[in-house]
């Protein structure tokens, strides 16, 4: 409404500068401005959007990142042991359990276990570690997981027939620590080849 009301006036003040026969200079002054309104009023509704343009070139490679903290980790940073019960000889009382045949026996040399000194892991690779077993027996059983003479896990297991006990761990281990599966005076473990007995550990990560 305020454009119409601005062409009237630009209109009237043309017709005004007419019948007062001003000079040239002031009458095309009037004109202009009269067909400058005339074209803001009929200006129509804005087109829709267009296409995207065409991508841009690639920018030029970022600086270099700040070199990483060195690790401290050894050259072989693996461990680990599976070994099931090898003997048909019952275990003694308070000794440590000889585990000798590999679970994991196609393996290649350079990617075997840890072997086991009469049933007994030696620490090489300071770190945290998982140890596990599972036992079959008769009656009733005691097993102790010991960290060299420290017992670090002790269990107990009964049934009215046969049954399997099993038992894990999570240890943190210097280099020449010891670990063993021992039994106590309540010991009726199966020695037949036939019932596996497994004692299993790995490292989960290494320690400085």
Not at 41 to 51: A, D, L, Q, T
Not at 110 to 139: E, I, M, P, T
Not at 190 to 196: R, Y
Request: hydrophobic share 35%.
């Amino acid at each position: 409404a305020l454009r119409w009301l601005m062409c009237g006036t630009a209109a009237l003040v043309l017709a005004v500068l007419d019948s007062a026969q001003l000079d040239d200079q002031n009458e095309t002054v009037a004109d202009q401005d009269l067909q400058s309104c005339l074209v803001l009023s009929y200006r129509g509704k804005p087109g829709p959007k267009g296409e995207p343009g065409v991508q841009g070139l690639q920018g030029p490679p970022g600086p270099m990142g700040r070199t990483g903290k060195q690790s401290h980790r050894t050259e072989k940073q693996t461990s680990f042991f599976s070994y099931k019960r090898g003997s048909s000889q019952p275990p003694r009382r308070d000794q440590p359990i000889t585990f000798s045949r590999a679970v994991l026996q196609d393996l290649a040399v350079a990617l075997s276990g840890d072997a086991l000194d009469n049933g007994v892991f030696q620490c090489r690779v300071k770190g945290v570690y998982f140890f596990a077993y599972h036992v079959s027996a008769k009656d009733l059983v005691c097993l102790k997981l010991m960290k060299g003479t420290e017992t670090v896990l002790s269990m107990c297991d009964s049934s009215s027939s046969h049954l399997v006990t099993a038992g894990s761990v999570v240890l943190d281990l210097a280099v020449g620590d010891q670990v063993s599966l021992q039994p106590t005076q309540h010991n009726r473990i199966i020695t037949n080849l036939w019932a596996d007995n497994t004692f299993t550990g790995l490292l989960l990560f290494p320690t400085t």
